[in-house]
C-alpha cells in the first residue's frame, strides 16, 4: 500500500465556483456547507451525490466500521482527498493519531476484533477488484455471522467510497486543507462540537422497501438487489440524475459504463450499459466493436478520447490519470469534463457493487 | 512517630521508582513506537516497489504468509525485444560506454512499455521480456503491446538521434509479441525468486523476434496477436515461417503503423 506522503497529486482540474443550490442542498442534508462544494457547482449532481451517499443511513452495520472501511478504501485507492477527509473523521469521532496509525499500518495487527477485520479486508478486496470479488468472498463473513443484507451493506459502502475516491482523485480535489486540519491544534478545541454534530445526523436507519415506480430506469437489477437498504433508494436517484443530465450524450454515458465493465470483467454491468446503448440507437455489434479497441470509425473523436481515458480511470496512478483528465479537459467544456469524471466514477461503484447480486 | 518517618520514606521511595520506572516504560514505548513506525515506512516503501514486479496480491501473500508457489493461469501477451548486432557494438566501444547506451536504452524501452499498461517482466543481457495483461486483467492487451512497440520503434529513432550527436553508434532493436495463456507465479530458488510467466508464449516471442534478421524488419507479431488486433494497425503479413519447437509453420505479421 503507498505511503499517502508519497503519492504525487497535480493541482485541481476543476475550478470551484459558487452554487447557492448545491449550498442550500449540503445545508438541508449536513447543516453546513463543506468548503469543496463550490468543486460541484460545474455538475451538481455529483455533488449531490457526494452528500446524499455521505450521510446514508445504516441500517446493518454500524457508522465505526463504515469510517474504518472509508479509510481502508481510501488508502487503496491511494486517494490523498478522502484519505485526509477519513482521517479527519477519525480524528473529530475521538480516534487517537496513535491509533489510527495502527491502523493504517497493518490491520493484522491492529488488534481488531475477527469481524471486523474480516469486514475490512472485504472492503479492500472489494475497492481493489483485481479481480472482481466473487460469491466466495463474502463465505468468510457469512461464517462470522455477518447476515445477507449486512454484507450487502458493507459492499454498499466500500462501492461508495470507490465513488468518492474516483471523484476526489479525478478532479484532483485538494487535500491539503484535511491535511492541514487534522494536524491543526484548532482541532482539538472544536472537536467536541463537530463530534456532537457529526454524531446527530448518524441515525440508526430502518429497512426501507422500494416502490415500483424506482424500479425502473439504468442498473435496475442492481437497485432491486439493494432493496430494503437506504442505499437502493440513493442510488436511485444518482443513476436517475445523472442519466438526465445534459452535459454529456446518453450514449456517451452508457459506452462510458461499458467500456468500466469489461476492463473490471464485469458482465452484469457490460450487459447492463449494451441494453441502454441500445436503446440510443447503438445494435450489439457496434458496441462490440467500440468496445474492442475503444475505437471504431464510426466512433466520434472526443467520444474515442473519453473512452480512452474512462478505461483509465480503472487502474491508475493519481498523478497519471490527473494529467489524462487534464490533456481531456482541453477538448471539453468544464462541465462535460466533470461529467465525464462523475460517470467513471459511478460506473467503478457500479461494477463492485455486482457482489449483492445472486449468484449465477 | 517514630514508625511513620520510615513508613513515608518507603512510600516516597516507592512513588518516585514507580514514577521512574514509568517514565522509563513511556520512553522504551515511544522509542520502540518511533523503529516500529520506521520499519514500517521501510516495508510500504518496499511494498510499493515490489508491486511494480509482482500484482499487488502476490506481494500481500508474502508479506503475511511468506514465499508460496502459488500460480495461476493467465492469457498475457508477451513481447520480447533484442538489440541487433550488440555483440559488434559491445566490441566497438569501451565498456563504461556501453553500459551509459544500455542504460539509456533500458529505460526508455521501459517507459514505453509502461506507458502502455506492460510491465517489464525481465531483462536478459540487452533483451527485455515484457508483458501485458499479467499483473491485472487487460481485456485490450494486445492493442497496449503493438502500440508499445511502435513506441519503442519511435523512442529508439529519438534515442539513436542524440547518440549520433556524440559519435556514437546508433542501434536497432528486433521486436516479437505473441499471445497465448501461461501460468504466473513465483519461480527460481530459495537464493533468487522473481515473478516469472512460464509458458510457450514467451519462447515463441522471442523466436519470432529471432526472425526480425531474417525479414528485415523491426516488428513482427504472430496470428495470435493479429487476430484481436485494432484493424487500425497497419499490417504486412510475411510468409509463414517453421521456427524451432514449433510444428507447424508460424504466421506472422510485420508492424508498420497504426492509422489513428
Known amino acids: 500500500m503507498p505511503a499517502m506522503q508519497d503519492i504525487e497529486w497535480l493541482d485541481p482540474l476543476i475550478e470551484p465556483r459558487r452554487s447557492r443550490e448545491l449550498e442550500r442542498f449540503a445545508k438541508q442534508r449536513v447543516g453546513f456547507v463543506p468548503p469543496e462544494i463550490g468543486c460541484f457547482a460545474a455538475c451538481p449532481w455529483i455533488g449531490r451525490a457526494s452528500i446524499e451517499l455521505a450521510v446514508a443511513r445504516r441500517v446493518h452495520i454500524d457508522h465505526d466500521l463504515a469510517d474504518l472501511v472509508a479509510l481502508v478504501v481510501s488508502q487503496e485507492s491511494s486517494c490523498r482527498f478522502c484519505y485526509a477527509t477519513a482521517r479527519l473523521l477519525l480524528r473529530i469521532l475521538g480516534m487517537p493519531e496513535a491509533r489510527i496509525r495502527t491502523l493504517e499500518r497493518d490491520l493484522e495487527t491492529a488488534q481488531l476484533d475477527a469481524r471486523t477485520r474480516l469486514a475490512l479486508d472485504f472492503a479492500r478486496r472489494l475497492s481493489r477488484s483485481n479481480p472482481l470479488p466473487s460469491h466466495a468472498d463474502k463465505r468468510p463473513l457469512l461464517e462470522a455471522g455477518y447476515g445477507e443484507a449486512a454484507v450487502k451493506e458493507l459492499a454498499f459502502v466500500a462501492s461508495e467510497n470507490v465513488f468518492h475516491n474516483r471523484v476526489a482523485t479525478l478532479a484532483a480535489m485538494p487535500p491539503q486543507r484535511g491535511e492541514r486540519l487534522g494536524r491543526s491544534w484548532l482541532l482539538g478545541l472544536a472537536r467536541p462540537l463537530m463530534a456532537r454534530r457529526i454524531r446527530a445526523l448518524r441515525k440508526k436507519g430502518q429497512t426501507e422497501w422500494l416502490g415500483d415506480d424506482l424500479k425502473t430506469g439504468p442498473y435496475t437489477y442492481l437497485i432491486v438487489a439493494l432493496d430494503g437498504l437506504p442505499g437502493a433508494r440513493i442510488l436511485r436517484g444518482i443513476l436517475d440524475q445523472a442519466w438526465a443530465s445534459p452535459q454529456l450524450s446518453r450514449r456517451a454515458k452508457a459506452l462510458i459504463f461499458a467500456v468500466i465493465a469489461r476492463g473490471l470483467g464485469c458482465p452484469q454491468s457490460e450487459c447492463e450499459a449494451f441494453r441502454l446503448l441500445e436503446g440510443e440507437g447503438l445494435d450489439n455489434d457496434e458496441a462490440d466493436e467500440i468496445l474492442a479497441h475503444l475505437g471504431a470509425r464510426g466512433l466520434d473523436p472526443i467520444e474515442a478520447r473519453i473512452l480512452r481515458y474512462a478505461r483509465e480511470t480503472i487502474w491508475y496512478q493519481p498523478a497519471l490519470v490527473q494529467r489524462q483528465g487534464r490533456a481531456l479537459r482541453e477538448h471539453l467544456s468544464p462541465a462535460q469534463f466533470f461529467e465525464v469524471v462523475g460517470i467513471a466514477s459511478l460506473a467503478n461503484m457500479l461494477c463492485r457493487l455486482a457482489i449483492v447480486l445472486d449468484p449465477p | ?260
Do not use: C
Open chain 2, 1 to 260: 512517630m517514630n514508625l511513620s518517618w520510615p513508613i513515608l520514606g518507603a512510600l516516597v521511595a516507592l512513588v518516585v521508582g514507580l514514577a521512574i520506572a514509568l517514565w522509563r516504560g513511556r520512553r522504551e514505548a515511544s522509542r520502540l513506537r518511533r523503529a516500529l513506525e520506521a520499519k514500517s515506512a521501510d516495508l510500504e516503501h518496499l511494498q510499493t516497489s515490489f508491486s511494480r514486479f509482482a500484482p499487488e496480491e502476490v506481494v500481500e501473500r508474502i508479506i503475511a504468509g511468506g514465499i508460496s508457489t502459488h500460480a495461476e493461469r493467465k492469457e498475457v501477451t508477451a513481447l520480447f525485444a533484442d538489440l541487433v548486432g550488440f555483440t559488434a557494438l559491445s566490441e566497438s566501444v569501451e565498456p563504461l560506454v556501453l553500459v551509459r547506451i544500455l542504460n539509456g536504452y533500458f529505460e526508455r524501452m521501459s517507459r514505453a512499455i509502461a506507458d502502455h499498461r506492460g510491465h517489464v517482466s525481465t531483462f536478459i543481457g540487452d533483451g527485455i521480456l515484457a508483458l501485458f495483461g499479467a499483473l491485472q486483467p487487460n481485456p485490450w492487451q494486445g492493442d497496449d503491446a503493438v502500440h508499445a512497440a511502435l513506441a519503442m520503434r519511435r523512442e529508439l529513432a529519438a534515442y539513436n538521434g542524440e547518440l549520433e550527436q556524440e559519435g556514437l553508434p546508433v542501434l536497432s532493436i528486433g521486436v516479437g509479441l505473441h499471445r497465448g495463456v501461461g501460468v504466473a507465479g513465483l519461480v527460481g530458488s530459495r537464493e533468487l525468486m522473481q515473478f516469472a510467466f512460464v509458458g510457450r508464449i514467451v519462447n515463441l516471442a522471442a523466436r519470432v523476434q529471432d526472425l526480425t534478421r531474417r525479414y528485415e524488419v523491426d516488428i513482427l507479431l504472430t496470428s495470435a496477436v493479429q487476430e484481436q488486433l485494432d484493424p487500425r494497425f497497419e499490417l504486412r503479413e510475411l510468409p509463414a515461417t517453421p521456427v524451432p519447437g514449433v510444428a507447424e509453420p508460424v504466421a506472422i505479421f510485420a508492424a508498420e503503423g497504426f492509422q489513428g
